[in-house]
Nanobody, 120 residues
Framework: QVQLVESGGGLVQPGGSLRLSCTAS????????MGWYRQAPGNQRELVAV???????VYEDSVKGRFTISRDTAKNMMYLEMNALKPEDTAVYYC??????????????WGQGTQVTVSS
């Protein structure tokens, strides 16, 4: 069984910063791509940023220059540093990972989400 757990969400004022973390645990052989997604009320879930196991990163246009995705492969952890936060960044943020399990199978897993609220 594999579990992804996010942490670090909360309430922050516009212009503020937050750092999200995602920890993967369980029967994992390795992790290829990892990414952060978000879903605001009434909206579809959207990609925020992704990082490959080679360290290549891709960002959604609205967060470029403000958010930074990183990972610690040895610890099976991923981070999202969010700066200059705006009210429109308010959403539930989800961790996603493409996994190779110890059985040799591959699959994707999601975390339970962490709420980020940007408001004065």
């Amino acid at each position: 069984q594999v579990q992804l757990v996010e942490s670090g969400g909360g309430l922050v004022q516009p212009g503020g910063s937050l750092r999200l973390s995602c920890t993967a645990s369980g029967s994992i052989w390795s992790i290829t791509d990892m990414g952060w997604y978000r879903q605001a009320p009434g909206n579809q879930r959207e990609l925020v940023a992704v990082i490959t196991n080679g360290g290549r990163t891709v960002y959604e246009d609205s967060v470029k220059g403000r958010f930074t995705i990183s990972r610690d492969t040895a610890k099976n952890m991923m981070y999202l540093e969010m700066n200059a936060l705006k009210p429109e960044d308010t959403a539930v943020y989800y961790c996603n990972a493409e996994l190779i399990f110890t059985t040799g199978d591959r699959g994707r897993s999601w975390g339970q989400g962490t709420q980020v609220t940007v408001s004065s």
